[in-house]
């Protein structure tokens, strides 16, 4: 089945750098984007970018651009997300999650009617001094 | 930037129907989906593209969207439903979610 497996649990120092990484298996890893979406404890969730596993391609909300990076790994079937600059308010779950259709155009990003099933466990990225 | 406003709160006895919305401007327009979370658990996708239901969802869940508003129903609601749920949607090229809405089964 398909599945979605997250690093383990970080703590950074604020303006540090964490590294998420996400295993696919169960599908044809190039066939389908995946997301990063963000939840701090209580709060609701935030989409911060997606990445086409085919051509590397990525698209990041502007919050974060400069500071994020979406890559991936072809050989192993991974996808990571790297945060830099951290700060002591992005305490959080950081998930990553496949869309639910195949993509249709192989490369670049093409969003608006993607829907993000299955989801990973999740990565508890903690910030603090 | 765009807004989904969602209840903080709902609450329905076991049996009954709960419905719960989703507030956006001219949000008919787009597609919407919704998503059941547990305490300590992922996300889960239950409805998408307005109103279709992911295989394993059961057919207590349904979706519309219409005009400014997108509604989860959950028919004969049961203890197992109790959870947060959040809508999105996509707007200028960006996942936008709502606040969340708990659930309470009581």
């Known amino acids: 089945q398909v599945q979605l497996v997250q690093s383990g649990a970080e703590v950074k120092q604020p303006g540090a750098s964490v590294k998420v990484s996400c295993k696919a298996s169960g599908y044809t890893f190039s066939n389908y984007y995946i997301h990063w979406v963000r939840q701090a404890p209580g709060q609701g969730l935030e989409w911060m970018g997606i990445?086409?596993?085919?051509?590397?391609?990525?698209r990041y909300v502007q919050k974060f651009q400069g500071r994020v990076t979406m890559t991936r790994d072809m050989s192993t079937r991974t996808v990571y997300m790297e945060l830099s600059r951290l700060r002591s308010d992005e305490t959080a779950v950081y998930y990553c999650?496949?869309?639910?259709?195949?993509?249709?155009?192989?490369?670049?990003?093409?969003?608006?009617?993607?829907?993000?099933?299955?989801w990973g466990q999740g990565t508890l990225v903690t910030v603090s001094s | 930037s765009y807004e989904l406003t969602q209840p903080p709160s709902v609450s329905v006895s076991p049996g009954q129907t709960a419905g719960i919305t989703c507030s956006g401007d001219n949000l008919g327009e787009k597609y919407a989906c919704w998503f059941q979370q547990k305490p300590g658990q992922s996300p889960l996708l239950v409805i998408y593209q307005d109103s279709k239901r992911p295989s394993g969802i059961p057919e207590r869940f349904s979706g519309s969207n219409s005009g400014n508003t997108a509604t989860l129903t959950i028919s004969g609601t049961q203890a197992m439903d109790e959870a947060d749920y959040y809508c999105q949607a996509w707007d200028n090229n960006t996942a936008v979610f709502g606040g969340g809405t708990k659930l309470t089964v009581l």
């Open positions: 990445i086409n596993p085919s051509d590397g391609s990525t």
């Open positions: 999650a496949r869309d639910r259709d195949i993509i249709v155009v192989p490369a670049g990003i093409v969003v608006g009617r993607n829907w993000f099933d299955p």
